[in-house]
């Protein structure tokens, strides 16, 4: 090796052995150093008081190097696996004091007062050295505001949503009512808890427990064991009379529009519509899928989280994050809401496409109420969001698209079994369409989470104040069922005429026939 050779490997290990063992993104192991070895103080007195969330302040530090050489000043903040390493904020000369700012960003931690550790770490020729400081952070102010921001927003959207709600149901119940008596005697109070299955294959028997006040009673259950989760987790995010009320008012404003949307589907067709019966029992379904998928999706999230994280540190735990959002949870929630709706194409209602529509938008949008609430109260909760206007921003934008699209992805799967239903060679193997109908259910969910994670790192690199792709994708999907709804539609139009022609044959044939009428010749005689 030449001179140069050497000279060049001299270079690399003096590089190698200058960057240390502190460096900007590393984690230093508690205990890897003294506290208190290294000479530092915290230029504030007292607590720091918060108006907003997140918000700036500036920490000052004082440190002496009393070493014999130069040390290069870090500061890191202490999480579970020690000590991360935020920044470098200088080098101190040997011999030297110097004081070293470092402006933080400070988010609401969900209680009025807390307590962040932070320290300062020096690596020198000698060794590691560090300092530890306790950051006394005061919310009061903050959420003082916040809750009488949401205390306003509560007066207003709670009792209007609640009240467009029950109209909603007023309305859709007296259109019910007139089905009903159009129906005769098959879709009556008492057939609802008591349906006559005499003569019923065991697939419409199954269907109709499905449709049972009493299967009713248990989802709602499921249902309350997840709101109560949503309440505990919003009291563990914010302080107890701010989450009770984002909780109220996120209950209040979840059920509103993916209600709505079911009703306005089920009232399309207005010459022949389906028993209201079956869009909200499957409406409740979607509770129920909610519940499912919840327990199935931790257990998931736990097993991989912890697998990934062992393999590949924590970088593997963030590729799983985004590989369960975009495949595990797709699959999960599709197959949970759709189950429902392959249970509801036993009954002889469900007979074409549209109805298969209906029925797996219906399970889409309960499901999507309930995760709705979730977000509104803890997820995306205002101090997440960032503020109230953000907050009321992110609610509408859920209702409108997410609603819609979980409605449409578990259509894809109603869809396909009705339209098998409604052909003469498959009407009787109508469950066969479930499968292509849920991989098609899946593959939009999974392009639609795509697309979200899309959305939110073009806003992280744009600051653009809207989202692009999600809104896209499902504006595009509403347009392509709409194509289905009405060629669906017609399709039933025709049946439906056909039908009433050959009744009103039927009809004819059976009616009495009088006197023959005496020829023109027996006349003449």
């Known amino acids: 090796m030449g001179r140069a050779g050497v000279l060049l490997v001299l270079a690399l290990a003096l590089q190698a052995a200058w960057a240390g063992t502190v460096y900007e993104g590393a984690t230093i192991p508690d205990g890897a150093f003294a506290d208190g070895s290294l000479q530092g103080e915290l230029l504030v007195s007292g607590p720091l008081s918060?108006?907003?969330?997140?918000?700036?302040?500036?920490?000052?530090?004082?440190?002496?190097?009393?070493?014999?050489?130069?040390?290069?000043?870090?500061?890191?903040?202490?999480?579970?696996?020690?000590?991360?390493?935020?920044k470098q904020l200088g080098v101190v000369p040997s011999g030297s004091s110097m004081q070293l700012n470092y402006t933080a960003s400070f988010e609401y931690p969900g209680a009025p007062n807390d307590t962040s550790r932070v320290a300062l770490i020096a690596e020198s020729s000698a060794g590691i050295s560090g300092r530890e400081?306790?950051?006394?952070?005061?919310?009061?102010?903050?959420?003082?505001?916040?809750?009488?921001?949401?205390?306003?927003?509560?007066?207003?959207l709670v009792p209007a949503t609640l009240t467009l709600f029950l109209l909603v149901a007023v309305f859709a119940l007296r259109e019910a009512a007139k089905g009903g008596v159009e129906r005769g005697t098959e879709y009556?109070?008492?057939?609802?808890?008591?349906?006559?299955?005499?003569?019923?294959?065991?697939?419409?028997?199954?269907?109709?427990?499905?449709?049972?006040?009493?299967?009713?009673?248990?989802?709602?259950?499921?249902?309350?064991?997840l709101v109560g989760l949503i309440l505990y987790s919003?009291?563990?995010?914010?302080?107890?009379?701010?989450?009770?009320?984002?909780?109220?008012?996120?209950?209040?404003?979840?059920?509103?529009?993916?209600?709505?949307?079911?009703?306005?589907?089920?009232?399309?067709?207005?010459?022949?519509?389906?028993?209201?019966?079956?869009?909200?029992?499957l409406f409740m379904w979607g509770i129920l899928a909610a519940f499912l998928s919840f327990?199935?999706?931790?257990?998931?999230?736990?097993?991989?989280?912890?697998?990934?994280?062992?393999?590949?540190?924590?970088?593997?735990?963030?590729?799983?994050?985004?590989?369960?959002?975009?495949?595990?949870?797709?699959?999960?929630?599709?197959?949970?809401?759709?189950?429902?709706?392959?249970i509801a194409s036993g009954h002889h209602e469900l007979n074409d496409a549209f109805d298969g529509i209906l029925y797996g938008f219906a399970a889409g949008a309960g499901f999507a109420a309930i995760e709705n609430w979730f977000y509104f109260a803890v997820e995306n909760n205002p101090a997440a969001a960032?503020?109230?206007?953000?907050?009321?921003?992110?609610?509408?934008?859920?209702?409108?698209?997410?609603?819609?699209?979980?409605?449409?992805f578990t259509a894809c799967t109603g869809g396909a079994i009705g339209y098998l239903k409604s052909t003469r060679m498959f009407r009787g193997a109508s469950y066969l369409g479930f499968l292509p109908g849920l991989g098609l259910a899946i593959a939009a969910h999974a392009l639609f989470n795509l697309l979200a994670v899309a959305d939110g790192v073009l806003r992280l690199s744009t600051s653009l104040p809207v989202f692009?792709?999600?809104?896209?994708?499902?504006?595009?999907?509403?347009?392509?069922?709409?194509?289905?709804?009405?060629?669906?539609?017609?399709?039933?139009?025709?049946?439906?005429?056909?039908?009433?022609?050959?009744?009103?044959a039927a009809l004819e044939k059976k009616k009495p026939k009088g006197p023959a009428r005496p020829s023109a010749r027996a006349i003449r005689k």
């Open 50 to 86: 918060f108006t907003a969330s997140p918000e700036d302040m500036s920490l000052p530090f004082f440190v002496d190097n009393g070493g014999r050489s130069p040390a290069a000043v870090f500061l890191a903040v202490h999480g579970d696996g020690g000590w991360n390493v935020v």
């Open 386 to 408: 960032g503020g109230t206007e953000s907050w009321l921003f992110l609610m509408v934008y859920r209702s409108v698209f997410n609603t819609i699209g979980h409605g449409w």
């Open 188 to 225: 009556t109070v008492r057939t609802l808890f008591l349906p006559d299955v005499r003569g019923r294959p065991a697939s419409e028997i199954i269907a109709d427990m499905l449709i049972n006040p009493l299967f009713w009673v248990f989802e709602i259950a499921c249902g309350v064991v």
């Open 468 to 504: 692009v792709f999600n809104p896209a994708s499902v504006i595009i999907l509403t347009g392509a069922f709409f194509a289905v709804i009405l060629a669906s539609l017609r399709a039933r139009k025709r049946r439906h005429s056909a039908e009433r022609r050959a009744q009103a």
């Open 295 to 342: 327990w199935v999706n931790s257990l998931a999230d736990f097993a991989g989280r912890s697998i990934a994280g062992a393999v590949l540190d924590p970088l593997g735990v963030t590729f799983f994050s985004i590989a369960s959002a975009i495949v595990i949870a797709p699959f999960v929630e599709e197959f949970a809401k759709g189950f429902g709706v392959l």
């Open 133 to 156: 400081f306790a950051v006394h952070e005061d919310w009061t102010q903050y959420e003082a505001r916040l809750l009488e921001k949401v205390s306003d927003i509560g007066v207003i």
């Open 234 to 281: 919003s009291l563990a995010a914010l302080g107890p009379k701010l989450a009770v009320q984002v909780f109220i008012i996120g209950g209040a404003a979840c059920w509103l529009l993916p209600f709505a949307y079911t009703v306005g589907l089920w009232l399309m067709p207005a010459w022949k519509r389906e028993p209201f019966r079956f869009p909200a029992s």
